[in-house]
């Protein structure tokens, strides 16, 4: 098949996300909610202790869907968590097909994302693959695959091709698919967060004009529970995903106006930055200097009106703090059954509706709670300069953990 530029401005979407449900705030004001539509379908989802997969199955299992998560450790923290999120856990390998042939026993759907650490680029495709191959003799109805933005403009970069290859041997076996390209992670920045907030320098080979669009792991997963509700929509498109578009110059600004000090942006010579870096990154970062990512924003903005911005990302991921702060910690709450549970710090619900309705530059305590539920009362202030402001959280509850 020949590369067509098949993005979401290409397709006509009769209905963006509907609002079903709207419930009534402290300040009066509504949160709107679509109701769950997962109808307690199973889907299997891959990479599910990872990044894209542990977004999309928290998202999915929000939705009323039941998971299935795949990984290799079923011992590790992110295994345990899906599980007291509601997932089940399937132990395999995608390099062990009868493991994955278990795996898709019975479901409905399935989530599909591979690395090529590890097993490089031949071991990405062989992979994705074998996992589309497998999901199609099980009688898989709807395959969601994740690749990459641009996958399809014959960049050259290896790891965009992997993807690419993946993506046509989908279309090839005649599965029912959905495929999602998503641009640069928000969560890249996470490895240089210390450094950045430390030395209010942000660094990159790229020009101070040069835009990067990206998106935030969770608005993937956001995207996954979409084309699994609508596959009438969403079934057999190719659509790239992006949340926002921003200039290095403006990346740099925006880390500082959320971090409340200054951040300035600084261009790596590309000499020092290919010296240094492996030979597929640096050639992604040159295509990011000379073409770069090209999604249409205000289409998908349409589709899912609560895209983080990059802004609303590190408030989320409490970039607010001073350096010391960390994503990831825990801390204990109470749950709204009465019982103590602990919370990531960090795992604000950066794809609910308050990051937009509340564009405070400080949350306190909120986020504690973010993607387990509003767990209870007791964070309910969100702080805005030297105002405090009330807040019910549970006003804007999405459900309880112990209601399902
Ligand atoms: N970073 C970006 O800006 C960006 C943008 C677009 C696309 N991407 C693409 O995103 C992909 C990575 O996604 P991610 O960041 O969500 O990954 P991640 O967080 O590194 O997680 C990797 C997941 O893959 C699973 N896995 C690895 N090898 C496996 C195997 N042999 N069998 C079964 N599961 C296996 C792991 O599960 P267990 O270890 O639990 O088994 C883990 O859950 C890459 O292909 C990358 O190119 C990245």
Known sequence: MRRSEITVGSICFTAVVVVVVARAASDGSTIP?????????????????????????????????????????????????????GATIAVGDFDAPVTIDSALRGVYGVFSVQTYWGHGY????????????????????????????????????????????????????????????????????????????????????????????????????????????????????????????????????????????????EQVPWSEFEATSDKDIARMYRWFEAVGYSVDLSKLRALHPFLSTFANYLRARRWTLSSGARCGKEQAGVSGCGVERRFP??????????????????????SQYGEHGFAGARANVMRSGSRSLPLSLSSFGRHWPCAR
Not at 346 to 362: F, I, N, R
């Open 33 to 85: 909610r679509a109701a769950p539509q997962g109808g307690g379908r199973l889907i299997l989802v891959t990479g599910a202790t990872g990044r894209q997969g542990g977004a999309a199955a928290r998202r999915l299992l929000e939705r009323g869907f039941l998971v299935r998560a795949l990984t290799r450790n079923p011992d590790q923290p992110a295994a345990h968590e899906l599980r007291q999120l």
């Open 122 to 265: 031949d071991g990405e495709v062989r992979q994705g693959r074998t996992l589309a191959d497998r999901a199609k003799a099980a009688g898989v109805q709807h395959f969601v695959y994740s690749s990459v933005a641009s996958a399809n403009r014959a960049t050259g970069i290896a790891h965009f091709e992997s993807k690419w290859a993946i993506e046509e041997h989908i279309r090839a076996i005649g599965i029912p698919y959905t495929i999602l390209r998503p641009v640069a992670f928000m969560e890249n920045w996470e490895s240089e967060r210390d450094r950045i907030l430390t030395t209010g320098v942000l660094r990159t080979p790229l020009a101070p004009e040069t835009h990067l669009q990206q998106i935030a792991v969770d608005d993937i997963g956001s995207f996954v529970a979409l084309a699994l509700e609508r596959p009438t929509e969403w079934l057999g498109r190719s659509v790239d995903v992006a949340g926002d578009d921003l200039t290095m110059s403006q990346i740099a600004a925006t880390v500082g106006r959320i971090a409340g000090k200054p951040v300035r942006y």
């Open 345 to 366: 710090v960090c795992e604000v619900a950066q794809a609910s509706p308050l990051q937009d309705w509340w564009p405070y530059p400080t949350v306190a305590r909120f």
